[in-house]
């Protein structure tokens, strides 16, 4: 996991809802924000940025940080 910045907007009953994000240098506006889920590490959101990308974004509540979940390329798997 990579820490990053992300902007996002928290509605009246609370819900968090992921609008953009900065990582490694670049601003990804998210245009869809698909299934989300909390467990033991935080608040988990399944997000897609304009070229169709997915990327998973976390919540830590206890850290009150955002980071992204990389997912290693079959390369770094073998």
């Given at each position: 996991m990579e820490s990053i910045q992300v902007t996002a907007r928290f509605d009246a009953p609370g819900k968090i809802i992921?609008?953009?994000f900065n990582?490694?240098?670049n601003e990804y506006p998210i245009v869809s924000c698909g299934r989300n889920w909390r467990d033991e590490i935080g608040?988990?959101?399944l997000v897609m940025v304009?070229?169709?990308k997915i990327y998973e974004l976390l919540?830590?509540?206890d850290e009150i940080s955002w980071y992204i979940k990389i997912q290693?390329?079959?390369s770094?798997?073998?």
């Open positions: 992921p609008l953009r990582w490694r240098g608040h988990h959101f304009p070229n169709e919540f830590s509540i290693p390329t079959p770094q798997v073998a």
